[in-house]
C-alpha cells in the first residue's frame, strides 16, 4: 500500500493465492471496510474474511493497475488476469 488513503465503501484490487493451490495467484477485487475487531481500522473484505489493511499489502487502486504489477511478477499470463 503506498500510502494510500482508502476509505471504507472503496473496492482495490489484490494478488489472491487460491489457498488450494498455493501455486495459483489471481488479481482479485476486495472491499475496503471498518474493521469488526477495530473500530479505528481498515480491513479488506474479500470471500468473506477480513484482512488488516496494511503496508505489508499490495493493493492496488484500479485493476490495470494491478494487473500490469500481476504482469511484471508474474509474466504476461491472462489466467489470473480479471476479465
Known amino acids: 500500500m503506498e500510502n494510500q488513503n482508502y476509505q471504507a465503501g472503496d473496492i482495490v484490487y489484490v494478488f489472491y493465492r487460491n489457498p488450494h493451490t498455493q501455486d495459483v495467484a489471481n488479481v482479485q477485487s476486495a472491499a475496503v471496510v471498518n474493521n469488526p475487531q477495530k473500530e479505528d481500522e481498515l480491513a479488506l473484505f474479500l ?37
Open 47 to 83: 470471500y468473506e474474511t477480513y484482512y488488516p489493511l496494511s503496508g505489508e499489502m499490495a493493493v492496488y487502486s484500479t485493476e490495470e493497475e494491478a494487473n500490469e504489477a500481476y504482469n511484471y511478477y508474474y509474466g504476461d499470463d491472462s489466467e489470473g488476469i480479471i476479465q
